[in-house]
């Protein structure tokens, strides 16, 4: 199985600065990766599918890059909103596996 | 707006069998351009895929929950539900279902979550 990697595990970070997250696979998995805001009592957010595409609804400020093992997420100026856990999941081998998340907090 | 929702009983025994239930809003689990998930969160842990179920009602599961997993599919009440045996603390999470897209015959990322559901397996 895949295993995904996240760093950091927790990301302090200012309002208004830019937050960067790194997910790495432990082989390729081409462009197929997402990343999902994880609140705590609320759903799931998906906010980046296929590497570097933004769902529906989610602010300019989330993109995602990368492709084969090395994937990023960037948030380029932080809102309030934003302080959560972020992670990534890979859907291009069975079965779909999850990275262990990244804690974006106050700095 | 797609809704998913889950229920079932909060505190189980171990040894017991966990039934969970998602109920699906806003779209019909009989579409063949989704599939629908159980997914799990222990404790401070990260996220675990437990098993999908296709509109036709086959499914496929985890290799390391296989023996103890069945997720069906009920498009009259428009839920899908998982169903957990022989469980042990090791099976306390946060559990979730969620909708899957379906491209080119191929899985894809997930759509729509639910909040999730806390299962806490003690005596």
């Known amino acids: 199985e895949i295993v995904l990697t996240q760093s950091p595990a927790t990301l302090s970070v200012s309002l208004g600065e830019r937050a960067t997250l790194s997910c790495r696979a432990s082989q390729s998995v081409g462009s197929n990766l997402a990343w999902y805001q994880q609140k705590p009592g609320q759903a799931p957010r998906l906010l980046i599918y296929?590497?570097?595409t933004r769902a529906t609804g989610i602010p300019a400020r989330f993109s995602g890059s990368g492709s084969g093992t090395e994937f990023t997420l960037t948030i380029s100026s932080l809102q309030s909103e934003d302080f959560a856990v972020y992670f990534c999941q890979q859907y291009y081998n069975w079965p779909q596996t999850f990275g262990q998340g990244t804690k974006v907090d106050v700095k | 707006q797609v809704q998913l929702q889950e229920s079932g009983p909060g505190l189980v025994k171990p040894s017991e069998t966990v039934s969970l239930t998602c109920t699906v809003s806003?779209?019909?689990?009989?579409?063949?351009?989704?599939?629908y998930s159980w997914i799990r969160q222990p404790p401070g842990k990260g996220l675990e895929w437990i098993g999908n179920?296709?509109?036709?009602?086959?499914?496929n599961y985890n290799p390391s929950l296989k023996s103890r997993v069945t997720i069906s599919v009920d498009s009259a009440q428009n839920t899908f539900s998982l169903k957990l045996t022989s469980v042990t603390a090791a099976d306390t999470a946060l559990y979730y279902c969620?909708?899957?897209?379906?491209?080119?015959?191929?899985?894809?990322?997930?759509?729509?979550w639910g909040q999730g559901t806390l299962v806490t397996v003690s005596s």
């Open positions: 969620a909708r899957g897209l379906i491209k080119f015959q191929s899985t894809q990322h997930f759509d729509f």
């Open positions: 806003g779209d019909s689990v009989s579409s063949d351009s989704y599939y």
């Open positions: 296929a590497a570097s």
């Open positions: 179920v296709y509109s036709s009602g086959s499914a």
